[in-house]
T-cell receptor
């Protein structure tokens, strides 16, 4: 079974600070995804990284896929209260390419204080 | 375009009872996946349906069963409810099984088993 471990589990910071969330596995993934989930809602896809070493930017969010495709990171620059939420990494189960069957990490709860 | 909807929003059941949760896919989506998300955890894959056929199952007992209808809406049935079944149940739909198709999650059904 492929497992994804996220760290830290909880992150509480002040507005304007930078932060990094990590997603690690002992298994190779064909791709990894990052989602953000707010209370009372389902996860919303932020990005998909496919190529080892790939870096993608989404405004103040920077996503990186490890060269060996076993890990990924999410970096947020100058965090804002609107960034508060549960951040989840996920990858296709069993090394498959279908995104419909995902293995999720346990999530990182981010709280950004004004 | 209507997004993924789930009903009911909240549900309270007693141990040993049976429950049916419903999911309406986004228009044109023929693939539905169901996930269980315990409090403070990432979602866990239950099973996936593609064009009315089950297409993969996670580590859940047979008392978790599902259906997908010709209009691609879906049901999740859980028999003999246990206290540990208390969780947020999410469904996600996509245009198909291919790598490029993004999954769209519904807001979930919060099930409490007492």
């Amino acid at each position: 079974t492929q497992l994804l471990e996220q760290s830290p589990q909880f992150l509480s910071i002040q507005e304007g600070e930078n932060l990094t969330v990590y997603c690690n596995s002992s298994s190779v993934f064909s791709s990894l995804q990052w989602y953000r989930q707010e209370p009372g809602e389902g996860p919303v896809l932020l990005v998909t990284v496919v190529t080892g070493g790939e870096v993608k930017k989404l405004k103040r969010l920077t996503f990186q896929f490890g060269d060996a495709r076993k890990d990924s990171s999410l970096h947020i620059t100058a965090a804002q209260p609107g960034d508060t939420g549960l951040y989840l990494c996920a990858g296709p189960r069993g090394g498959g390419t279908s995104y419909g069957k995902l293995t999720f990490g346990q999530g990182t709860i981010l709280t950004v204080h004004p | 375009e209507t997004g993924v909807t789930q009903s009911p929003t909240h549900l309270i059941k007693t141990r040993g009872q049976q429950v049916t949760l419903r999911c309406s896919s986004q228009s044109g989506h023929n693939t539905v996946s169901w996930y269980q998300q315990a409090l403070g955890q990432g979602p866990q894959f239950i099973f996936q349906y593609y064009r009315e056929e089950e297409n993969g199952r996670g580590n859940f007992p047979p008392r978790f069963s599902g259906l997908q209808f010709p209009n691609y809406s879906s049901e999740l049935n859980v028999n003999a409810l246990e206290l540990d079944d208390s969780a947020l149940y999410l469904c996600a739909s996509s245009l198909g099984l291919a790598l490029a198709y993004e999954q769209y999650f519904g807001p979930g059904t919060r099930l409490t088993v007492t």
